[in-house]
């Protein structure tokens, strides 16, 4: 797919794909530059409404800037989205996610750049992006959107006992005006985390980044857009493509 001057530096392919997750394929959206070469990877974790059109755009986004994004689908079975997030254990989220890191360091993957890789969690995908980077070597940058930050004393892990050692970049993007969480949790969490940056969007609310979603903000999701992608060029190592001319 040709890429437009001001979407980005490459041309993509992406489409749904089933991911070899433990025993079983699970669906999935990959997303990468179509040439020749390797290149950073990016975890695009879903929020509460599991995979949706937004996981598969933000994919599309970090491909055409040189990245392979991939997204996988963490719920199971036909219930609603709380339901659904209420059922997936934690442990059971960071090992699905070790599980996909196996699929890209194996044998059968000749894109990647480096094992070490990104993550990107909106919403409750969020905390398990943070529980990954505060526990797997492997995850060399962090990105949370409107994430919650407490209210979690019910699950197996509480993510705000991470902020103080995270050993990665972090970035953080949160709404003025987001309903469901706190202002003072993003403050708290920037000053528990003094080496990544929790920013606030004034007049932005939950779910900002998401062009389908109700709180939608062009404004804040186009500057956090571009903020992404420098974050991930600026802390994962670079593509090495392959010149074929």
Not at 1 to 19: D, F, K, N, Q, R
Not at 69 to 80: C, Q, T, W
Not at 189 to 206: E, I, K, P, S, V
Request: aromatic fraction near 10%.
């Amino acid at each position: 797919m040709a890429v437009l001057s001001h979407e980005g530096t490459h041309p993509i392919m992406y489409g749904s794909w089933p991911l070899p997750v433990g025993s079983q394929h699970r669906p999935g959206y990959i997303a990468r530059p179509d040439a020749a070469g390797r290149f950073p990877v990016v975890l695009v974790l879903p929020s509460l409404n599991g995979l949706t059109s937004f996981e598969k755009d933000m994919c599309r986004t970090l491909a055409r800037s040189g990245f392979v994004a991939i997204s996988l689908e963490f719920y199971r079975g036909d219930v609603s989205p709380l339901e659904s997030y209420s059922t997936l254990d934690d442990a059971r989220a960071i090992t699905d996610i070790d599980e996909l890191h196996d699929f890209i360091v194996s044998s059968d993957v000749d894109w990647n750049v480096s094992a070490d890789i990104g993550v990107l969690g909106t919403d409750v995908g969020g905390r398990f992006a943070i529980i990954a980077a505060g526990t797997r070597p492997w995850v060399k940058a962090l990105v949370v959107g409107y994430t919650p930050l407490t209210g979690d004393d019910e699950r197996h892990f509480q993510v705000a006992k991470y902020l103080d050692h995270l050993p990665v970049p972090v970035l953080g993007l949160y709404g003025r005006d987001d309903e469901l969480i706190d202002n003072s949790t993003v403050d708290e969490a920037q000053r528990r985390n003094d080496h990544g940056q929790w920013l606030l969007y004034q007049d932005a609310g939950h779910d900002f980044l998401d062009v389908e979603a109700q709180g939608f903000d062009p404004d804040s999701a186009a500057d956090a857009t571009a903020r992404i992608l420098a974050f991930f060029h600026a802390t994962l190592p670079p593509a090495e493509e392959e010149d074929l001319g």
